[in-house]
């Protein structure tokens, strides 16, 4: 599938990567929509960008979200399921001042896999639903997940949404082709970000010694897998990982 002409959704692309995501859309020829819940990132996108508030967890604002890019695009093509938000901390620890135990927050539990999961669910089914409807062939579904979907300590919650995003890849991959939706994921490592550009040197350098490539990555990394993930059309119901190598 070639980018140019495309109809393409990107969530949670005000900021970070989906912002990047969305511009090289933009610049490849590709007719762009992008939902966030930050309306002052939404606002100094690029001019060409189609933009509308939209929190993912919503399943009314998703199912409006959809139609109204239909509507301003002209149909779709496809969709960049990248919005997403962390919550990390230990499942239990003892707080350092009061020796009190303390374990997380179901708010947490709800807020991550509401986004990271029932979000990308949500975005997904009425994705597939319109692209069905309107019998549009072909089509792609990419899904942000993350490597640390293998386990990582301290981020249990965005862990179990992770994981189970890569692994409704493999189930929508198969109960979507019969519709010509295609399903794939990339899955980043450390990523520069605005929190990551904030960490000390020390942690900053630990991390880097773990990369084989001895960087954190870029989003334009990240870009470079989304646009394979998109154009390749024989790549689907798998997860890419994205990380320079990382072993954490």
Known sequence: MQLNGRKVIVTGGARGMGSHFAQRLLEAGA????????EASLAALPAGIERKKLDV?????????????HEQLGGLDVLVN???IIRDGLMVKKDKTTGQIVTQ?????DAVVGVNLMGASMMAREFAAKVAASETRPSVIVNISSISRHGNRGQTMYVA????LAANTVTWARELAPFGVRVAAIAPGMVETTMTQGMNQKARDTIVQQIPVGRIGLPEDLWLAVKFAIECDYFCGKTMDVDGGAQF
């Open 57 to 69: 967890s919503s399943e009314q604002e998703a199912k409006a979200f959809v139609a109204w890019a």
């Open 31 to 38: 007719k762009v929509a992008v939902g966030d819940v930050d």
């Open 105 to 109: 927050k179901k708010a947490d539990w």
């Open 82 to 84: 990248n919005a997403g």
């Open 161 to 164: 949404a992770k994981a189970a």
